[in-house]
């Protein structure tokens, strides 16, 4: 009994130990297999938070990235010379919720008068209100406005407003704000002014002064038969002496009439009698481009293309500046009729200066006009010669004695294509000239 049980018990414990081991091993490939779910787990969450990470990051990047570009567009517009405003469109009263700091010394007000107020007050009390209406309706609108009119700062001073207001949409196209520019144009606008009041005065003066002449000219005719009146009824006089006094005493009214009519032609002769001309030391270059100032609105509503070729370091010349823009007008409205009579689609007017030689500066006024008739070249510079309906004829022959009264010759030929040149020389200021 004793042997049977030390031979079964051995068994037992191997058969024991073996289920232990089958037990252990699974226990054992179960955790392996657990481990490896787990290393994918982490594996994965790791990477889910490298990207995330990742997306982080860009999304600081990118909002540091758009708040600096916000505050450069700040910046920038805080620095504009120009009003930059927004309006609240949701609002109907039009406040404003941004204005820089150009807006706020254009108007006046400072920023927190500004903030929240109706943008239309910042025009002053005695703005248009036609014109704030027709903003208002057009902005309501949807439209953009642009225009000019004169507002009023908070201490009352005018100053003209170049304005531009345009509609800020959302991403479905309704109106959440309006985006303003205004720029002072108060000086743009004198100058202007004063282009045109001067112009005004040259040509005036150029009216004044062909009438002068033309008048002068009368003068000149009406003195000739008055002379013979006077000898003739003189004659009669004599021949009459001691006979027929009644037509003695009518010869004798008609001397006395004879003789006041001529002292009124002497004395308007003297009145019409040019004064001596001003003469400067003057750079013919500055002097074209003051004239082109004063003409060229005309230019462009005819449609004129207005060219210069101005040779640089020019020297001086020396006269009289009205005299010699006188000139200048004469040549450019003559080219601008000869334009207005062609049929060519060119309409361009060249002026160009050089110099000569070494003692003359030369100015020329070329144009693609009608050109001038063969017939006419010998008689362009005589006194009344015109082939205008409304011409007096006078335009040439005063500037040709202009220039000549300068030292100079003015005269015109046709151009080898078309159209006509008409130039003057005009002698250096030896002594100052440069
Ligand atoms: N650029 C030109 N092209 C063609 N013909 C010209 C040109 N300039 C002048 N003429 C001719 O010379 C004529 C005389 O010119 P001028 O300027 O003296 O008088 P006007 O232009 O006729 O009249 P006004 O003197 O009143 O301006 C003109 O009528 C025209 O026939
Ligand atoms: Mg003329």
Redesign the pocket.
């Known amino acids: 009994m004793k042997i049977k049980k030390i031979t079964k018990k051995p068994v037992l414990r191997n058969n024991i130990r073996n289920r232990e081991h089958s037990r252990l091993k699974g226990v054992v490939s179960d955790l392996s297999q657990n481990c490896e779910d787990l290393g994918v787990k982490i594996k994965q969450q790791a990477d889910e938070i490298t990207l995330k990470s990742g997306q982080l990051r860009n999304g600081i990047e990118k909002q540091m990235r758009s708040e600096e570009q916000i505050h450069i567009c700040t910046k920038a517009m805080e620095s504009a010379t120009d009003g930059i405003f927004i309006i609240d469109a949701q609002n109907r009263d039009f406040p404003v919720i941004y204005a820089n700091q150009a807006f706020q010394k254009m108007t006046g007000y400072a920023k927190r008068e500004i903030l929240g107020r109706s943008y239309f007050f910042s025009y002053g009390t005695n703005a248009d209100p036609r014109i704030v209406n027709e903003i208002k309706y057009t902005i309501c609108k949807g439209n953009s406005f642009h225009g000019e009119m004169l507002n009023f700062k908070k201490n009352g001073k005018k100053y003209w407003n170049s304005l531009r207001i345009a509609p800020v949409r959302d991403s479905i196209g309704s109106v959440t704000h309006y985006v303003g520019i205004q720029t002072d144009i108060t000086l743009m606008r004198e100058k202007e002014l004063e282009i045109g009041e001067q112009r005004e005065e040259l040509l005036h003066v150029t009216r004044v002064g ?1 009438l002068a002449e033309f008048v002068s000219s009368l003068a000149h005719e009406i003195n000739q038969p008055l002379t013979a009146i006077l000898s003739y009824a003189q004659a009669a006089q004599r021949i009459l002496e001691n006979r027929e006094p009644e037509l003695h005493k009518i010869l004798s009214y008609i001397i006395n009439d004879d003789q006041r009519a001529a002292d009124v032609i002497q004395r308007l002769r003297v009145l019409l009698k040019k004064s001596a001309p001003e003469m400067k030391l003057l750079d013919i270059n500055v002097l074209i481009n003051e004239t082109i100032a004063l003409i060229i609105t005309d230019a462009t509503v005819r449609n004129v293309a207005l060219k210069i070729e101005l040779k640089s370091d020019l020297p001086f010349v020396l006269g009289d500046r009205i005299q010699l823009q006188q000139v200048l007008l ?1 040549l450019i ?3 601008f ?2 334009l207005e009579s062609s049929s060519h689609d060119a309409r361009e007017i060249l002026i160009r200066t050089s110099r000569k030689d070494t003692e003359t500066i030369i100015v020329e006024v070329m ?1 693609s ?4 008739p063969a017939g ?1 070249i010998p008689k ?1 510079f005589s006194r009344f ?4 309906p409304d ?7 005063i500037s040709r004695s202009i220039i000549e009264a300068h030292g100079g010759r003015l005269d ?1 030929k046709n151009n080898p294509d078309r ?2 040149t ?1 130039y003057f020389t005009i002698p250096i200021d030896i002594i100052k000239g440069r």
């Open positions: 062909k004469n409205s003559n080219s009729d000869a144009d006009g009608c050109g001038i006419n362009l010669f015109t082939s205008k011409g007096l004829g006078m335009g040439l022959s015109g159209g006509a008409f």
